[in-house]
């Protein structure tokens, strides 16, 4: 079973940019589809992008589209979401989550989750 371990969170302010980390261990990333969900205050957990085991990408949040790119490092066994342009409305929780299957928007398929990163945009 795959633990995933997400880093990179933080306080941040507008325009500025993180890059979060998805760290896995008890298996090899390659073989598993990975994505990023995140979570705002008082929201339900919303899918942000996918990544396949072919680096076949999928963007399910239409307000990161052109500041958020997600990628995959198999020989680091990890994966990361680089988020450019940041805005208030970007602050929340953020989960990385792996399947050994292909990409879904849906919680329910996804079989690991890390515990998440906090991530504040702030002025």
């Known amino acids: 079973q795959v633990q995933l371990v997400e880093s990179g969170g933080g306080l941040v302010q507008p325009g500025g940019s993180l890059r979060l980390s998805c760290s896995a261990s008890g298996a090899t990333l390659d073989a598993y589809a990975i994505a990023w969900f995140r979570q705002a205050p008082g929201k339900e957990r919303e899918p942000v992008q996918c990544?396949?085991?072919?680096?076949?990408?999928?963007d399910y949040a239409d307000s990161v589209k052109g500041r958020f790119t997600i990628s995959r490092d198999n020989a680091k066994n990890s994966a990361y979401l680089q988020m450019n342009s940041l805005k208030l409305e970007d602050t929340a929780v953020y989960y990385c989550?792996?399947?050994?299957?292909?990409?879904?928007?849906?919680?329910?398929?996804?079989?690991?989750w890390g515990q998440g990163t906090q991530v504040t945009v702030s002025s």
């Open positions: 990544i396949t085991t072919t680096n076949e990408k999928f």
């Open positions: 989550a792996s399947v050994s299957y292909m990409c879904s928007e849906y919680e329910m398929f996804w079989a690991a």
